[in-house]
């Protein structure tokens, strides 16, 4: 069974960072591609970031590129995206999926496994 655990959320000035972590068991994800999205209240969910998990290839949202960072760490199975420079626009819940090709990496419909979600404010 497939689990991703979100965590690393919290409140954070403008101008902060944050690094948000999603443990992933239950599998192998060689040849997956881990994504981030977020969604803020009353907005669709939208595309942040996503990572191949095998050849470690990044993919970032405009509003976030030069901003936020996807790694990976193979041994503990483990994702992460480090977020700096903060901004009150960037506040939504972030979640972390799981796809099994690295097409469409944008697209939430694509995604078959999901974390529960971890909450990131930032206050101006």
């Known amino acids: 069974q497939v689990q991703l655990v979100d965590s690393g959320g919290g409140l954070v000035q403008a101008g902060g960072s944050l690094r948000l972590s999603c443990a992933a068991s239950g599998r192998t994800f060689s040849g997956y591609a881990m994504g981030w999205f977020r969604q803020a209240p009353g907005k669709e969910r939208e595309f942040v970031a996503a990572i191949t998990w095998s050849g470690g290839i990044t993919y970032y949202a405009n509003s976030v590129k030069g901003r936020f960072t996807a790694s990976r760490d193979s041994a503990k199975n483990t994702v992460y995206l480090q977020m700096n420079s903060l901004k009150p626009e960037d506040t939504a819940v972030y979640y972390c999926?799981?796809?099994?090709?690295?097409?469409?990496?944008?697209?939430?419909?694509?995604?078959?496994?999901w974390g529960q979600g971890t909450q990131v404010t930032v206050s101006s």
């Open positions: 999926a799981a796809k099994s090709t690295v097409v469409r990496i944008s697209a939430a419909y694509e995604y078959e496994y």
